[in-house]
Each structure stands twice: as structure tokens, then as C-alpha cells.
């Protein structure tokens, strides 16, 4: 079956770096867009960047452009987003996601998230 | 941006009772409209896709309707596993999510 197991979260202070990866499996990885949503504790869910199956093309939500980097390793089936410049807002679980052929599409399969914090 | 913004907020439900949940886009998104579960501590489930869709192995009690702005979700009778937060999500343009609807115990 599909799975998509996030890791790399943690506690970092504002303006350091992280790097989250999302291993998958159960799928042809290599054939689907996949995409990065977030959640801040207590709040609803915020779409943060989306990227294609072949990783040429890559979108990112207002709040993360600039300094967010999504890739993509087909040969080792992993999704990553780079962080940079993070800021106390960025605190949130960090969810990987996909199953459909379209980039803006809705989404099909979940991880299980994993918590990024940013605090002094 | 399309803004989707959803209501009530929240929704206090009797076990057997019948829910209604409303979702409203800022901008047509066609019939380019999810609904989501999710439970504490658990990521989002789809439950509906295409406004009216229901995923694989999702009960028939759930439903859903809608196009161009408005939009709803029906729980036809509320089981006790059913009691979450309901987002709506568009991806008719990018893609955003609702604030959400908690369906909680009345």
C-alpha cells in the first residue's frame, strides 16, 4: 500500500535552516507531482509548494517564496523541502502528500507530517 | 488567491442527526472542490473530490454538492467516529484550503 513517511523535523531558532525529506513507497513515485502542506498547532492546513513528476516545474505558496526549496529524488524515491530563513510562523507540522497526476489537484495520499518548531 | 471560507464554526451534532457544512469560494472554482476528515493527531483524509466524488471506501452516508462558489458537505447520520474537523479545499487555481469545520458532540 502507499506510504509517505516524513522526517527531519525539529526545534531551530529563527533564521537557521532545515531540511525535510518524505520517503514513499507503494507508488510509481517517479510518475506523480507531490506536495508539501503545513499545519500550525491549533490552525488549519496551508498548501506550501507543489512539485511535477519530473521536478521541472515547481510552485510555492506566498508565505514560503523565496525561501523554500522543494526537489525530488526519483532513484531514491524522496521528496525534500529545504528551509531556509525560517521564522516562528513557519512553525508547524510539515505534511508530504500526492497520488495524482495534475500539479493543483486535491490529494489522495498523506503522510503522517512531522513537527518543525522555530523559537529563541 | 482564492479565499475559501467555511461555516459553521463549529457545528454542535446529536449521534444519528444529519450534518451540513458549507463552503464558500471567493471565485468560481468550478466543480474543482475537496473535503477532507481529520481527527486529532492524524493527517487529513480525503473524503470527496470533484464537489460530488466520494474516495475509495468512504461511507455513502457522506456526500457532497455544489459548484462555481458554494458548496456542501452532508453527513446523512452521524456515526461516533464521524465526530472531526472538516476542511474544503479548491484546486481550481493553485490550491487553498477552508479554516474549517469542527463537527463536534451535542
Known amino acids: 500500500q502507499v506510504q509517505l513517511v516524513e522526517s527531519g523535523g525539529g526545534v531551530v531558532q529563527p533564521g537557521w535552516s532545515l531540511r525535510l525529506s518524505c520517503a514513499a513507497s507503494?507508488?510509481?513515485?517517479?510518475?506523480?507531482?507531490m506536495h508539501w502542506v503545513r499545519q500550525a498547532p491549533g490552525k488549519g492546513l496551508e498548501w506550501v509548494a507543489v512539485?511535477?513528476?519530473?521536478?521541472?516545474?515547481?510552485y510555492y505558496g506566498h508565505s514560503v517564496k523565496g525561501r523554500f526549496t522543494i526537489s525530488r529524488d526519483s532513484s531514491k524515491n524522496t521528496l525534500y523541502l529545504q528551509m531556509n530563513s525560517l521564522r516562528a510562523e513557519d512553525t508547524a507540522v510539515y505534511y508530504c502528500?500526492?497520488?495524482?497526476?495534475?500539479?493543483?489537484?486535491?490529494?489522495?495520499?498523506w503522510g503522517q507530517g512531522t513537527l518543525v518548531t522555530v523559537s529563541s | 488567491e482564492i479565499v475559501m471560507t467555511q461555516s459553521p464554526a463549529p457545528l454542535s451534532v446529536s449521534p444519528g442527526e444529519r450534518a451540513t457544512l458549507s463552503c464558500r469560494a471567493s471565485?468560481?472554482?468550478?466543480?474543482?472542490l475537496a473535503w477532507y476528515q481529520q481527527k486529532p493527531g492524524q493527517a487529513p483524509r480525503l473524503l470527496i473530490y470533484?464537489?460530488?466524488t466520494r474516495a475509495t471506501g468512504i461511507p455513502a452516508r457522506f456526500s457532497g454538492s455544489g459548484s462555481g462558489t458554494e458548496f456542501t458537505l452532508t453527513i446523512s447520520s452521524l456515526q461516533s467516529e464521524d465526530f472531526a474537523v472538516y476542511y474544503c479545499?479548491?484546486?481550481?487555481?493553485?490550491?487553498?484550503f477552508g479554516q474549517g469545520t469542527k463537527v463536534e458532540i451535542k
Open positions: 479545499q479548491q484546486y481550481n487555481n493553485w490550491g487553498t
Open positions: 471565485q468560481s472554482v468550478s466543480s474543482n
Open positions: 507503494g507508488f510509481t513515485f517517479s510518475s506523480y507531482p
Open positions: 512539485i511535477s513528476f519530473d521536478g521541472g516545474n515547481k
Open positions: 470533484g464537489a460530488s
Open positions: 502528500a500526492g497520488g495524482r497526476p495534475a500539479m493543483f489537484t486535491y490529494l489522495d495520499y
